[in-house]
């Protein structure tokens, strides 16, 4: 096994530490984006440039303001159950 694959496998023997604070949701951005360009490349009949990324943006958003709107709810609930 050549060193850059050892270090590869190295790096999946620990979790990547992820703090419990808002700039933790960050992380979901690239996941997010990956997971919307893979579901529409598959749902679209005819995949031109102009109407893919605007349905990935469409797509890409409105996922992303609902993780926000969830997360604000669920802070709300948590802040008036621990008051």
Known sequence: MSM???????????????????????????????????????????IKAGNFLKEVAILFGSIIVFIVIISLALCTLAWLITE
Not at 9 to 35: C, D, H, R, Y
């Open 4 to 46: 850059i694959g050892a270090f590869v496998v190295a790096s999946f023997t620990a979790p990547e530490k992820i703090g419990a604070n808002p700039q933790s949701m960050l992380w979901l951005l690239p996941l997010v984006a990956a997971i919307v360009v893979v579901y529409k490349a598959t749902k679209l009949p005819e």
